[in-house]
């Protein structure tokens, strides 16, 4: 509800003033004398990316009359597609209210039980393919069965001339299992694919990822050289239990952030990839047998060529007691002779910095530390930085 300040009249030597003074009987003003632009802008704000509900626009064209006139007559508020239950004729209405406008869908589906869940699963995927052709951000999470179930529907290829946006999790699969699901009955059409997100769910190679730009790869046997060009726009990668046997080289000419997330860099190296670019390194929630792959990877001439022009590095919660011992404080700075900020998230940075002061020549170009955020006041230039 909305409340107006009723006006009041002030007295004073000179006269008689009217203003706008809050006061205690103030008047209530109804949500419906908000003019419809207003109503229409505050409803676009409504989405949120991590709601798994039904879209935003059914709850809204429930609440009364007046709002679904509004909801109804505004295709915008109808792009948004969230499934989170078999139901054909809801997804119907919204396609149908959409009216031939791009669309971003999302589906988080429950494994089906009965004969009747499954003829609504299929019903409702085999309505979903022919608008993928409209589809600029698709988001897919469920069960094996189900996957199965809705690459089947899908058929053989998929025309996704608009997708830029690309997210499948497989909700069941193990990190033991690596190749966890194989979308190889499924090919997307697509022109700018630009951000890809796979947790168990690897992709043929037949899909053309030279222009993604951002790739998270999770619990996926990423085994599609045939994926990359030379001339590929990688600029962003994010690796977590995920095995890369490429044994020929890969060239990444723009890749400049890689973060490993409980990733042996074992697999990194040894795709031999060459990223002339890469300036950030994140290594996060390492194991101590992540740890000791990485100090054979920093012994390895191939290793210190990846990592030789690093100037950021962050460590996110990490067990540096265990890091610097394992993976040496020397062997560490030798490695980034052209570090020049040091993060520490969820990270104690005792160990490493402590453990930097015996070694003048370390990391000569350190100028900024950071813990938790927050910059850290003993910093300098060079050696005493440290």
Avoid at 286 to 292: A, H, Q, W
Wanted: net charge positive; proline share 6%.
């Amino acid at each position: 509800m909305l409340r107006s300040s009723p006006r009041r009249t002030l007295q004073s030597g000179e006269g008689s003033v009217s203003t706008d003074v809050p006061g205690d009987s103030l008047e209530v003003a109804s949500i419906d004398a908000l003019p419809q632009e207003l109503l229409c802008a505050i409803f676009s704000l409504l989405y949120d990316d991590h709601d798994r509900r039904l879209s935003a626009s059914i709850i809204l064209s429930h609440v009364c009359r007046r709002w679904r006139e509004l909801v109804l007559d505004l295709p915008r508020l109808w792009t948004d597609v969230r499934i989170a239950a078999y139901a054909p004729e809801v997804l119907e209405d919204i396609l149908l209210r959409s009216k031939g406008r791009a669309l971003s869908i999302c589906l988080y589906l429950p494994e089906p039980i009965r004969e009747s869940a499954t003829f609504a699963l299929w019903k409702t995927v085999i309505m979903l393919a022919p608008e993928m052709k409209r589809c600029r951000s698709l988001h897919i999470s469920a069960f094996k069965s189900v996957y199965k179930l809705i690459f089947n529907a899908f058929g053989y290829e998929v025309d996704a001339p608009l997708l830029r946006h690309l997210k499948l999790h497989c909700r069941d699969a193990k990190s033991s299992d690596k190749e966890c699901l194989l979308m190889r009955s499924v090919v997307f059409k697509h022109s700018f694919l630009t951000h890809v997100d796979l947790d168990g769910v690897a992709i043929p190679s037949a899909i053309d990822l030279s222009r993604v730009r951002t790739m998270n790869l999770r619990n996926v046997n990423f085994s599609a050289p045939g994926n990359f060009f030379s001339d590929n726009a990688l600029e962003r990668l994010r690796l977590s239990s995920t095995t890369i046997p490429w044994g020929h080289e890969m060239v990444a000419p723009r890749l400049a952030h890689l973060t490993l997330d409980r990733q042996l860099p074992v697999p990194f190296c040894n795709a031999q990839w060459t990223t002339p670019a890469l300036t950030s390194l994140t290594i996060s929630r390492p194991s101590r047998v992540e740890l000791y792959h990485l100090e054979r990877c920093l012994r390895d001439p191939f290793a210190l060529r990846l990592f030789a022009n690093l100037t950021n590095l962050t460590l996110a919660h990490c067990d540096t007691e265990l890091m610097a011992k394992l993976v040496g404080i020397c062997a560490l700075m030798q490695a980034t002779p052209e570090l020049r900020r040091l993060n520490f998230d969820g990270a104690r940075p005792e160990p490493i910095l402590e453990g930097s002061r015996g070694y003048s020549a370390g990391w000569p170009h350190l100028v900024d530390i950071y813990v938790g955020g927050v910059r850290f006041n003993g910093q300098g230039t060079g050696a005493s930085t440290v």
